[in-house]
């Protein structure tokens, strides 16, 4: 019930592409969703973020699909770059709590 | 600009040998937590600090220990690291419960 269960594990898109990462989760009681970025060597960075009363937020190229009946949410990036090649990590918090649960990542390479 | 500190960026510690590692930030938050980071892994929360009060979580190891001496620093303190320590250590800061956590640069640990 704790769990948040990322996919893809890797992924590979051309320049221009769009990178489309799941995540899906148990606990109802889930009421904040963060992406995290992380690049080799450094903390990951909150990239966007959305609470289960939208179901779609956008942020220029990044956006986050959210579907609360199906327990499932996801982020979109439309014209990847190059520079989108990281780590991307899907979360969850429980009202109230400080705690964060990660899903297990996936790794994104943009190629030229 | 207002940021999460972490010293030293690399640590390298033998077999057994107690090793503290450091945090500090500008943003004057009052939670401050530590990740454990493995390689290719997701982030996992060992314990928080809102204000003074310290949250451990019930899977961390009894050889994790922590310090706050004042809201801008916190200590990680590992008393007989293993080479299953091996790692990266990452803090964040929140203002509050329940929101954006902001993570520091992280600390990579070698055990030798």
């Known amino acids: 019930q704790q769990q948040v269960k990322q996919s893809p594990q890797s992924l590979i898109v051309q320049k221009g592409g769009i990178s489309i990462i799941n995540c899906a989760y148990e606990?109802?009681?889930?009421?904040?969703f963060p992406w995290y970025q992380q690049f080799p060597g450094k903390g990951p960075a909150l990239l966007i973020a959305i609470r289960p009363d939208v179901s779609e937020k956008k942020e220029g190229r990044f956006t986050i699909s959210f579907n609360k009946s199906a327990k499932q949410f996801s982020l979109h990036i439309m014209d990847s770059q190059p520079g989108d090649s990281a780590t991307y990590f899907c979360?969850?918090?429980?009202?109230?709590?400080?705690?964060?649960?990660f899903g297990a990542g996936t790794r994104l390479a943009v190629h030229p | 600009d207002a940021m999460v500190i972490q010293n030293p960026r690399y640590q390298v510690t033998q077999f057994g040998k107690p090793v503290t590692l450091s945090c500090s930030q500008t943003?004057?938050?009052?939670?401050m937590y530590w990740y454990q980071q493995k390689s290719s892994q997701a982030p996992k929360l060992l314990f928080h600090?809102?204000?003074?009060?310290?949250?451990n979580e019930a899977d961390t190891p009894d050889n994790f220990q922590s310090r706050r001496p004042n809201t801008s620093f916190c200590f990680l303190d590992i008393r007989s690291p293993g080479l299953g320590d091996a790692a990266m250590y990452l803090c964040?800061?929140?203002?509050?419960?329940?929101?954006?956590?902001?993570f520091g640069p992280g600390t990579r640990l070698t055990v030798l």
């Open positions: 606990n109802t009681a889930f009421d904040y």
């Open positions: 964040a800061t929140s203002k509050g419960q329940g929101n954006e956590q902001f």
């Open positions: 979360a969850a918090r429980k009202g109230g709590y400080n705690k964060l649960i």
């Open positions: 943003l004057n938050h009052n939670v």
């Open positions: 600090y809102y204000d003074k009060d310290f949250n």
